[in-house]
């Protein structure tokens, strides 16, 4: 590392600024104008379980899944993400009060 990035480093400003830039995207977050991206990574991965084992269920990690609008806004999210980008493959949804299973029709 260079000399002046050290200094950098060493100086209080930069604390300074991090500390600010933490807490401004801390209450950003808090406020829901930024996002995550943990539903974007639940998507993916439960993408790739449909197509591992041809049937996922959907749970959004809200309530550590317990909260039915989160799922199914979740469910919502996962139908338009195959619509998109999987428009080939079938996909049934059951939705049992809220549990939501997404099983992959083989033709």
């Known amino acids: 590392m260079n000399s002046e990035k050290q200094k950098l480093i060493d100086s ?5 600024n ?24 639940l998507i993916d991965h ?6 591992k084992k041809g049937r996922v269920v959907l749970k959004d990690h809200h309530k550590d899944g317990s909260s039915v609008p989160a799922n199914e806004r979740l469910s919502s999210i996962f139908e338009d993400r ?18 939501i299973t997404a099983i992959m029709i083989r033709e």
């Open 12 to 16: 209080e400003e930069f604390y300074k």
């Open 18 to 41: 991090r500390e600010e830039k933490f807490y401004k995207r801390k209450l950003e977050l808090e406020a829901g104008l930024r996002a995550t991206g943990r539903t974007t990574r």
């Open 46 to 51: 439960y993408v790739q379980e449909l197509f």
């Open 82 to 99: 195959m619509n998109r980008e999987h428009e080939e493959t079938t996909v049934k949804y059951n939705n049992d009060r809220g549990t």
